[in-house]
């Protein structure tokens, strides 16, 4: 098994800082949030910000999913730091302060675009028992251009540096060049490249920069409720969840020399995963439902599990065990949190 080196994963992403706290449902039809979803901030939602700070218990926590992704990935490996890269802009401010801070106590190579136009995106994570409605305003994420960074010399080093590379959907928003640069290089490279379809709204409104990506995708995360809309977009006709990974699996797709993996998560039920030709159910790890803290979280911890055993080239299943362990840590936490170091064997 290959010891894992710096700069071996690569990220790129919207860099958000979440600001947490456990509402009611009053609140949520107030705003007009559905209790487990995500969505980007629109006019209306600027008094929601607001409101959730003056609330007595907020927390604080450095988030954005690809950057909790590879941060998660990196506690999961320990040594050496800095094996997982991340890009991404953030403004000239204090909440960026904080980011930058943050990454660097993670051991994440964080290289991030500064500028003063936009303040350092947010992300409000309203938490109602074990859902979580997330809210993002991405500000300064959304000013992440390719020319100003991921080209200049220095930079591009880094990705070529990788040998695997994760972008979650989300990112799609912002700078779909910068995804397919890094995707065909991955894939010209014959190196993995990992996408996650991140949220309905992803394969509704941005179908298109979505499916220019797909060829690149050697493997595509997703949970059930993404896996379905997802399906229904594409017109599969089906809504059994393995029936759409074999689906999505059988895309169009540029490098043959490896098939594409597609992995959904349902939750506290079974993951389903493509295998070769058959699809394949993983069930998670027990846990008591009252030991559950907050799910905000759980998604990308999955896949940072995964990816810190994917970038040691291990087996599929083992991958998917990592992401399962990752995944019941973080949900019996506030935020993407984790402890000192990780007990997985």
């Not at 990196?74 to 890009?87: D, G, L, N, R, S």
């Not at 675009?113 to 959304?142: F, H, K, M, W």
């Not at 799609?172 to 894939?187: C, D, M």
């Not at 394949?280 to 911890?301: C, L």
Request: hydrophobic residues 40%.
């Amino acid at each position: 098994m290959p010891t894992p080196s710096e700069n071996m994963l690569f990220g790129m992403g919207n860099p958000l800082l979440d600001i947490s706290a456990v509402v009611d449902k009053d609140f949520l039809d107030k705003f007009g949030l559905k209790p487990n979803d995500q969505i980007l901030a629109e006019d209306k939602h600027k008094a929601l910000f607001e409101e959730l700070v003056k609330r007595n218990k907020v927390e604080y926590h450095a988030g954005g999913s690809t950057q909790n992704s590879v941060k998660i990935a990196q506690w999961m490996i320990q040594k050496p730091h800095k094996v997982a890269t991340f890009f991404g802009c953030i403004g000239t401010d204090h909440f960026g302060e904080i980011l930058k801070k943050k990454a660097e106590e993670a051991h994440v190579d964080a290289h991030y675009y500064e500028q003063n136009e936009e303040p350092t995106g947010t992300c409000a994570a309203c938490i109602t028992g074990d859902n979580r409605s997330l809210v993002a305003n991405l500000a300064a994420a959304n000013c992440y251009k390719k020319e100003k960074h991921l080209d200049l010399d220095g930079n591009w080093e880094l990705v070529e540096k990788a040998k695997v590379y994760y972008i979650a959907g989300f990112f799609l928003t912002v700078s779909p060049e910068s995804i397919l640069k890094v995707a065909k290089h991955a894939s010209d490279k014959n190196k993995i490249f990992c996408m996650n379809l991140s949220a309905p709204f992803i394969s509704q409104f941005f179908k298109e920069p979505l499916m220019k990506v797909m060829p690149y995708v050697d493997i595509l995360f997703g949970n059930e409720t993404e896996a379905a809309t997802f399906a229904k977009e594409l017109g599969f006709e089906t809504d059994d969840i393995a029936e759409i990974a074999k689906k999505t699996q059988n895309l169009p797709k540029e490098n043959t020399k490896r098939q594409r993996v597609v992995v959904f998560t349902q939750g506290k039920d079974d993951a389903v995963a493509t295998v070769g030709e058959k699809v394949t159910m993983f069930p998670v790890v027990d846990i008591d439902q009252n030991d559950i803290v907050d799910t905000n979280g759980a998604g990308d911890s999955f896949v940072g599990g995964f990816l810190s055993a994917l970038v040691q080239e291990r087996p599929l299943d083992e991958c998917i065990r990592a992401g399962h362990y990752a995944a019941n840590i973080i949900i019996k936490r506030v935020g993407c949190t984790f402890p000192e170091k990780p007990d997985f064997h």
